[in-house]
């Protein structure tokens, strides 16, 4: 651009006619190219632009070492460090392409790593000048630049907070709506003969056994999330607080409930089992049986006539079968009975 300008200035002396027809040129162009002293001024002048020209380009690679923040996808970077603690190489997701990669979730220490990362290119950036003269006559202000990397990085750092907001919000709002439920559900009445009710209230028995150790465990740590992000300035609401406070003790109250109450059903749960057990005989002798009528039908041989309406027929039949074991292996798990795999079915 400044070579295009001098030019142009050089080009001005082409509209100055010449008066003496003897020199053979029409314009001044030519002497004021060959003028020492313009030369040796046109030089110093490119010079002096190159030079502002590798300043500013500096300043501006002085940046790239922050391009990862622009570039990096940060729900993607957010569902890996959520799966395997961190961002997978190459080289890692090759050794286990055919396993895939085991599964890592971050632990806290992690999570603060992350956001400490994040802290500290913050405060990397407010240092960083927006405004730079590189020369008398040039400057550059990157300070809109600069506060749009700083709200990028913010954007990142606050990722890993929301989470863990979330986390901590989600965790203690799904526990106070268990505990709700199950709690109205085992104050259900059962009467001998109500099944389905007995089977409502070993659904919320299992229920609570399935989340026990998980819930006992999960306090501590919550409190632990809530201190670290009280270190970032990130208060939760008084009600989350005050569900800290109050879920164990409710808990520990569900807890108490679903025992005094398994004990209540125990002689119908005792009953029932009984049951599912004679059902689960009475279903392996029908699943030989048919396995045996299966093995004596005519479309196993060659000259067997409409053999896949016979197929047709024992499809329906097998399908029939395989509702009643799926039906029992859940009965089964509900009333904490072994059910045998059937394997001849």
């Known amino acids: 651009m400044m070579e295009e300008i001098i030019n142009d200035v050089y080009k001005i002396a082409s509209l100055v006619p010449r008066l003496a027809d003897h020199s053979g040129l029409e ?13 040796d001024m046109r030089q110093e002048m490119m010079d002096r632009v190159h030079t502002v020209m590798n300043k500013a380009c500096e300043y501006r690679n002085s940046f790239d070492n922050f391009s990862y923040l622009w570039v990096d996808d940060r729900q993607e970077f957010m569902r890996q460090f959520l799966l395997y603690n961190h ?22 220490d992690q999570f603060k790593d992350q956001i400490d990362t994040y802290e500290k290119v913050y405060e990397e950036v407010i240092q960083i000048q927006g405004l730079v003269r590189c020369d008398e006559w040039f400057r550059v202000d990157a300070k809109p630049f600069k506060q749009a990397l700083l709200n990028i990085v913010k954007k990142w750092s606050f990722m890993f907070k ?12 799904d526990l106070a709506d268990f505990i709700k439920v199950t709690d109205a559900g085992l104050s259900r009445e059962v009467e001998e003969g109500d099944y389905d009710g007995l089977v409502g209230v070993m ?33 939760l609401p008084d009600e989350v607080h005050a569900q800290l406070q109050t879920l164990p003790e409710k808990w520990n109250n569900t807890k108490k409930i679903t025992v005094t109450v398994k004990q209540a059903v125990a002689p119908l749960q005792a009953n029932e089992v009984a049951i599912l057990r004679r ?40 399908v029939s079968l395989e509702k009643q074991m799926q039906a029992l292996q859940e009965a089964g798990g509900l009333f904490e009975v072994a059910i045998p795999d059937y394997k001849q079915l």
């Open 279 to 318: 059902k689960c005989g009475q279903f392996d002798i029908k699943q030989h049986e048919f396995r045996e009528k299966f093995r004596q039908q005519p479309f196993l041989r060659y000259e067997a006539t409409n053999p896949y309406d016979v197929l047709d027929t024992i499809q329906i039949e097998i």
């Open 87 to 108: 961002v997978l190489t190459q080289e890692e997701i090759e050794a286990h392409a055919e396993t895939g990669v085991p599964e890592c979730p971050p632990t806290l």
């Open 27 to 39: 314009h001044y162009q030519a002497d004021m190219e060959d003028m020492q002293e313009l030369c």
């Open 162 to 173: 929301q989470h863990l907001i979330d986390h901590v919000t989600n965790s203690l709002n």
């Open 203 to 235: 659904e919320h028995l299992l229920a609570v056994k399935g989340r026990q150790e998980a819930t006992d465990e999960m306090f501590e740590p919550l409190k632990q999330t809530i201190e670290l992000l009280k270190q970032y300035d990130q208060e």
